[in-house]
């Protein structure tokens, strides 16, 4: 539920950020192809300038970063917020991610599982939160693109109240959106 | 406001001194351990002239007998007797002394005596005298008489007369006169919520769209703090009870942890300005102007004795989490958990005498208790399930925490002597982190 609404969010600030709406920008997209297939970029055609196109790609590509910044999640053993060899590996990929489309910028989410006490895993989940921010930092990334935040233990990425479910929710999540 | 309405009748009765003064019964709630005694609340009779109890409209005296027995029931020392253990049939015979049938009581090994005298009041319920007697020595502990002008004070009038009761017996009579504030799930919300120390009067005080945890009272139990989480940020939330308005703010840094109010009334929280979570005292416009503990690692969830001169928090400097104490005075800090590897959410008791937290044993949580004086630590309660976020009562003698013991989390009532744990019903829906404060 909250996942949805942070994406229709981040689609409606992409929709706003673009030139046009995303009505105009789906019902345009065939014109778009036929004028990117004459391919002499000189100006209308099709209803769309060179410009809008290439407007339109980079906003495909930076659809695509989100998608792909938000897919990958990185996981804690329990009461550490130590990033894992395999959550560098992760956030490295993330982080040219980031390079490649500048106009992004990141809220990372520090996640609990259920067998700590809430207010002790609100500061875990800061502490993970702000290891993952440190690692990007260090990365290259710019710090005014990114942001923390802890849920501690309130938003469980799996229900149940065993090892394999508690390994899921100790995690970081990711939140891209262009502004 | 009920307060206001009810006609307190003027001391027509004997309001008699604490038993403990004339020596004769006396339940040392603070001591080692504590004696238990048999309670019965005699079904209500109609005052001498007055005509039929059925005159009283509505269910008044049964409710009022009922609302009375449930109370002491939250009450450890007691024993509630019930009409089918008075030899002879509950029926008293009288509501005074001179015509009580004691000797049947006696008999039952019933303790102290509840009798409640009914009159008609014209445009109201009626007018009730309640009177506490102990059986052996006939004497009367506590007489009061109250004018019930509708059937919603019944609740209170049951409340006021059981605080007066465990006053004479104990010399403190506050949990009757205290409220809990905690927080209840809502589908994918949490909102705060407080009710009376026996679930009675639950109001909702938060309706926000996203996550409300860690309520705390002001020591004089008009404000309170929490933390609120929303989409992109944590706030501080502050609610006031005398004009119920709620002020939201966001303050220095990403993460905002574990509110709690100091002696002068000022907000302590763990904020993340500075790398990570450290504990900073707000002023009354909610800036930050004193840093109470600050370390590499994490320190959060403070608690304030009455005198303002300790402060308990929760760090895990030493690599696991852990409770410290520190004197505000000497600047003094000292770990004070000293068993097990994962110790949390501290409340030290309104003296400053005594910490309870929660202490994980095989990946469950427990209450522990530390008896600062002597250092001596023990556990308090034994599951099943888990225990978490005790909170004292103003009287010292409680403690509720939310604890799994019987599903999903609810909260429950137990003591500094680790009674066997009360259910406080606070409704349908998840119920956690109770802060207790003055009514």
Known sequence: MKKLGVFGLIVLVFCLAMAGGCSKKVSSTPAGATAAGAGDGSGAQGGLTAEQLEAQRLAEIQRQAIEKIGADKIYFAFDSNELTQESRQVLTEKAELLKANPALSLLVEGHCDERGTNEYNLALGERRARATYEFLVLLGIDASKLQIISYGEEYPAVQGSNEEAWAKNRRAEFKASAN | MIRKILLLLAFMLTTAAPVSAAGVLNIDIYGPGQSRVNLFVAEALAKDGAGPLGAI?????????????????????????????????????????????????????????????????????????????????????????????????????????????????????????????????????????????????????????????????????????????????????????????????RLPGNTLIAPSFTKSGNVAISLDMRGNPDIYELNSELKVVRTLEENWGIDISPDFDRSGEKMVFVSNRLGNPHVFLKNLVTGETKRISLTGKYNTGPSISPDGTQVVFAQMVNGKHKLFLVDLPSGRERQLTFGPGSDEDPTWSPDGYFIAFASSRSGPSQIYLTTKHGDEPILIPTGPGEASSPAWGKL
């Open chain 2, 57 to 249: 409209p509505g269910n008044a005296p049964a409710e009022l007998q009922q609302r009375i027995h449930a109370n002491c029931a939250f009450l450890p020392f007691f024993n509630m007797l019930t009409g089918k253990d008075i030899v002879g049939g509950p029926n008293p015979g009288g509501y005074v002394a001179q015509s009580i049938d004691f000797n049947k009581f006696q008999l039952s090994r019933n303790d102290v005596l509840v009798t409640a005298a009914w009159a008609p009041r014209p445009g109201g319920v009626g007018e009730v005298e309640l009177r506490a007697y102990e059986v052996y020595t006939k004497r009367l502990i506590v007489g009061k008489g109250y004018g019930v002008a509708s059937s919603q004070q019944i609740p209170e009038v049951a409340a006021r007369f059981c605080a007066d009761l465990m006053e004479a017996l104990t010399g403190q009579g506050d949990f009757f006169r205290s409220n809990i504030a905690f927080v209840k799930k809502e589908g994918q919300r949490k909102q705060i919520y407080m009710a009376t120390a026996q679930g009675l009067n639950l109001q909702k005080i938060t309706n926000l769209d996203g996550i409300a945890v860690s309520p705390a009272w002001s020591h004089d139990g008009q404000k309170l703090a929490f933390v609120f989480l929303d989409k992109r940020y944590h706030n501080l939330g502050i609610w006031d009870r005398q004009t119920r308005t709620l002020q939201k703010k």
